[in-house]
């Protein structure tokens, strides 16, 4: 199974993850790591390859960071080269919201490989961000007068 490692500043990742739980159950194989003020950026780059290969069972591993450029996603991508030492596949998300990990953990359970979850998690995550009133302009008149 493919192991979901989420990492944010603050408690970000664990309320994303505690969101998740409510909707879909608690997940297995899954961890969260948090950047607070004051912590060592090495420190978590530690913790995040350490994580990434506890979460490892061969089928690899989703890393999802809050913030692209960020520390949590610049001290993950600085785990390259060991991870490509360890011969760990795994797939790097930022910006990282609900709708993106609920897709995650959707295709996890339909036994999707990592290359073929990229799209959908991408797609996913941009389809979560949307605006009432742009949406409510591209939402049939007819509907609109039958929900009234």
Do not use: C, W
């Not at 990742?13 to 608690?26: E, N, S």
């Not at 450029?69 to 609900?98: D, V």
């Not at 990592?114 to 009432?132: H, P, W, Y």
């Amino acid at each position: 199974m493919i192991g979901v490692l989420i990492v944010s500043h603050g408690q970000l990742a664990a309320g994303l993850l505690d969101a998740v739980k409510v909707i879909m159950g608690a997940p297995t194989q899954t961890a969260t790591l948090a950047l607070n003020q004051g912590d060592s950026i090495e420190r978590l780059r530690a913790q995040i390859l350490q994580q990434i290969q506890l979460l490892n069972d061969g089928a690899g591993v989703i890393i999802v960071t809050d913030l692209y450029a960020a520390s949590p996603y610049s001290q993950t991508i600085a785990n390259h080269t060991e991870l490509a030492n360890l011969k760990i596949p795994y797939k790097i998300f930022t910006g990282a919201n609900l709708s993106m990990l609920i897709e995650i953990f959707h295709q996890r359970l339909l036994h999707i490989n990592l290359d073929e979850m990229t799209s959908k998690i991408l797609q996913a995550g941009k389809n979560g961000v949307r605006e009432f009133f742009t949406e409510l302009r591209h939402y049939p008149a007819e509907r609109r007068k039958r929900n009234d």
